[in-house]
Nanobody
Framework: QVLLVETGGGWVQAGGSLRLTCVVS????????LGWFRQAPGKEREFVAV????????SYSDAVKGRFTISRDNEKNMVYLQMNSLKPEDTARYYC????????????????????WGQGTQVTVSS
């Protein structure tokens, strides 16, 4: 059973934009903070952004702050990552993940705390 499905990845030139979308099954969407992580070849997975269950709190890594925006649509069970001013160092496979939280404003930036993961979508930024 596929619970999280990411789309929207692709190839873009530096300075360009992409929007990633993650469709999340209802059970997970309603009970989880939702995050985006990425992993480049030969590197460890790293936190990118997270949004709380309520949508009222967000957090970003320093590497993407000011360029990326995370949002969620509670009617469509989707979470988005708008990526602007892309850089070659943003090249990675991007993963959507769900972190079960009782508190609607809580979230984690640690991947090990996440319970559900998608298969990822590749983003390639050329210089």
């Amino acid at each position: 059973q596929v619970l999280l499905v990411e789309t929207g990845g692709g190839w873009v030139q530096a300075g360009g934009s992409l929007r990633l979308t993650c469709v999340v099954s209802g059970r997970i969407f309603n009970n989880c903070a939702l995050g985006w992580f990425r992993q480049a070849p030969g590197k460890e997975r790293e936190f990118v952004a997270v949004i709380s269950r309520s949508g009222g709190r967000t957090s970003y890594s320093d590497a993407v702050k000011g360029r990326f925006t995370i949002s969620r649509d509670n009617e469509k069970n989707m979470v988005y990552l708008q990526m602007n001013s892309l850089k070659p160092e943003d090249t990675a496979r991007y993963y959507c993940a769900g972190d079960a939280q009782f508190d609607t404003y809580a979230y984690s930036t640690v991947g090990g705390n996440y319970d559900y993961w998608g298969q990822g979508t590749q983003v390639t930024v050329s210089s």
